[in-house]
């Protein structure tokens, strides 16, 4: 079975700084991986997702995320963050095979950003 | 309206109520999805539906009854609740499940807080 580690609980980051979020999953093949957002009361919200291909995806609010395969990481990026950036975000897994086809979720990383 | 719904947002209830949660998707999917999300806890997944057959049921207890009546309805009704189970309940859904080939993404809805007391 897969999961996943999102090794920060809590991150403050000042506005218009860069921010990286990071995430480490276990699988025994390359699975599908995404990342989540969520405000405050608010459901979740995609922001990007890897499936194969291109290891640098692009997502949406200028997000972007990285595959590295030898790392088995997938860390979430933005070169500038936005106070309404501040939110929690969640790393996702999915695995590739019959069977194995859950979203493991890890414990989120809750982003404050500072003036 | 599009996406994902959740009725009501916040409820209310004690321990010996029954009371009833919705979601809707208007996405034309085919599989939808109950998780629980506690505070400091990955999301739990709960109940998977899929072509309005319940496919996944995670040793979830019996105090919670799923119900699908159509691909684009799902209901979670609850019974006899206890505190822990104070939390808040986001609905899914993604075009399909359990095919590997399918590189589904799921959709989430609000949630619904709720509140044993």
């Known amino acids: 079975a897969q999961s996943v580690t999102q090794p920060d609980i809590h991150i403050t980051v000042s506005e218009g700084a860069s921010l990286e979020l990071r995430c480490n999953y276990s699988?025994?093949?390359?699975?599908?991986l995404f990342w989540y957002v969520q405000s405050p009361g608010q459901g979740l919200q995609l922001l990007l997702k890897y499936f194969s291909g291109d290891t640098l995806v692009q997502g949406i609010k200028g997000f972007e995320a990285e595959f590295k395969r030898s790392q088995s990481s997938f860390n979430l990026r933005k070169p500038s963050v936005h106070w309404s950036d501040a939110a929690e975000y969640f790393c996702a897994v999915r695995g590739t095979y019959f069977g194995n086809e859950k979203l493991t979720f890890g414990t989120g990383t809750r982003l404050t950003i500072i003036p | 309206e599009t996406g994902v719904t959740q009725t009501p947002r916040h409820l209310v209830m004690g321990m010996t109520n029954k009371k009833s949660l919705k979601c809707e998707q208007h996405?034309?999917?085919?599989?939808m999805y109950w998780y629980k999300q506690s505070a400091k806890k990955p999301l739990e997944l709960m109940f998977v539906?899929?072509?309005?057959?319940?496919?996944e049921n995670n040793s979830v207890p019996s105090r919670f009854s799923p119900e699908c009546p159509n691909s684009s309805h799902l209901f979670l009704h609850l019974h006899t609740l206890q505190p822990e189970d104070s939390a808040l309940y986001l609905c899914?859904?993604?075009?399909?499940?359990?095919?590997?080939?399918?590189?589904?993404?799921?959709?989430f809805g609000p949630g619904t807080r709720l509140l044993v007391l």
């Open positions: 996405l034309g999917h085919n599989a």
């Open positions: 539906y899929s072509l309005e057959e319940r496919v």
């Open positions: 699988y025994g093949a390359t699975p599908y």
């Open positions: 899914a859904s993604s075009q399909d499940f359990g095919t590997s080939a399918t590189q589904e993404t799921q959709y």
